[in-house]
């Protein structure tokens, strides 16, 4: 059961198109493309509809949430900095307008399980294209229930609800989509280079920085919805990572030498995944797949791939059209593979 009201401190719930945005997500906009650099009261009171003394009480509800706003009596309104906490106000006002993915975005301080989070709207009919972020989560999972660290405003823990119309053998285009614009967003955001293993890690000098988790809620013909949990390791210090994974996890900051603002690649990575989700949409997705393929670190190696008890040993060579992954086995079979655990064999 998730406990939905959990430790609540912070829950925004906006609806993102142009009429209905909130007036701190207006105000934050304006500062943001203001070519001068700043922007008077008065004209952001002319040009949201408000009164002056509003905008100054709505500044003043910023700055307390870490935002540095200066207030010149000639320049107006300047913002010289904003907090690395994530607010959905701030990510909205940042991701600008997308087709589909951060329609509406919450933000929790704290949750079990962000895709916990998810599911509870899906079931509630919320639209697709919701994102729910958690600065932490008490029950961070990866695939099989297996444990996902995720400590408080370190990294990016969120997941995002699509109601795709796939039959359900498709839904691993998702997660294929997903770790394109994961990756993506990573290498313009560090410009360090970032890969693909399969079936959802993204790894940075050979180790494990983000990983993906789909689930999947479908009938036999049709997918209901997909929930696509996110996680990536953005200022976390080496010493963060429990010591069994020191060797094989690492995070942006370790691998950069320096920490990077999580609002910006936040937008970044919603921004590239609205782009892969409607190639998909528009039938596109062998788009997506000639990226994955050239980023992969898994296409033709030899591999290992444990599926339950099931073990396969062969050459990873190419993602089918549906996003499975195609392996040519010891006895020359093509194998269609859609989850399991990798490993690369030693040559
Ligand atoms: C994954 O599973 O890689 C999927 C991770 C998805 C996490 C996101 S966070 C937001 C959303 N809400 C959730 O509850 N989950 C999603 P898998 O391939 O099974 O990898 C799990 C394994 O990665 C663990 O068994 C550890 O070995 C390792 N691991 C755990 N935490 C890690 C971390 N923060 N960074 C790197 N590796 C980690």
């Known amino acids: 059961m998730v406990k939905w009201e959990e430790r609540v401190v912070r829950l925004h719930m906006i609806s993102c198109s142009n009429c209905e945005m909130s007036l701190d997500i207006q105000i934050l906009k304006a500062l943001r493309n203001s070519a001068e650099g700043a922007v008077s009261g008065a004209d952001l009171s002319e040009e949201l509809g408000v009164s002056r003394a509003a905008i100054w009480a709505r500044i003043q509800e910023l700055r307390s949430l870490g935002y540095e706003i200066e207030a010149g009596p000639h320049t107006g309104y300047k913002l010289l900095n904003s907090p690395d906490a994530l607010h959905a106000e701030d990510l909205v006002s ?3 307008k997308t087709r589909v993915i951060g329609r509406d975005i919450q933000v929790f301080q704290e949750t079990t399980s962000t895709n916990d989070v998810i599911e509870k709207l899906a079931r509630d009919g919320v639209e697709e294209g919701a994102v729910v972020f958690a600065e932490s989560q008490s029950k961070g999972r990866g695939r099989l229930g297996r444990k996902w660290l995720s400590p408080a405003g370190k ?3 969120f997941s995002i609800l699509l109601r795709p119309k796939l039959a359900p053998q498709q839904a691993t285009m998702l997660t294929v989509a997903s770790a394109t614009a994961v990756r993506r967003a990573i290498e313009k955001q560090t410009e360090m280079k970032a890969e693909i293993k399969w079936p959802n890690d993204i790894l940075v000098n050979g180790r494990k920085v983000a990983g993906i988790l789909t ?6 013909d049709r997918v209901k919805y997909v929930i696509v949990g996110i996680g990536v390791d953005v200022n976390l210090n080496q010493t963060d990572f429990p010591a069994d994974l020191r060797k094989s996890a ?3 900051k370790s691998a950069l030498g320096h920490p ?4 910006e690649l936040a937008v970044a990575i919603l921004g590239e995944l609205d ?5 998909i949409a528009t039938g596109e997705f062998s788009m ?4 994955w393929e050239k980023h992969c670190s898994t296409l033709g190696r030899d591999v290992r791939i444990r599926i339950g008890e099931r073990q ?4 990873a060579e190419s993602l089918g059209e549906d996003g499975a992954l195609l392996v040519r086995t010891e006895h020359g079979r093509l194998e269609r593979i859609v989850g399991g655990d990798l490993e690369i064999e030693k040559s």
């Open 312 to 315: 396969i040993r062969g050459c």
């Open 215 to 220: 689930e999947l809620n479908a009938e036999l």
């Open 260 to 263: 990077i603002c999580r609002p």
């Open 94 to 96: 940042r991701l600008g």
């Open 275 to 279: 782009e892969d989700y409607s190639r």
């Open 288 to 291: 997506v797949a000639d990226e």
């Open 155 to 157: 990294g990016l823990w």
């Open 250 to 252: 690492t995070s942006l």
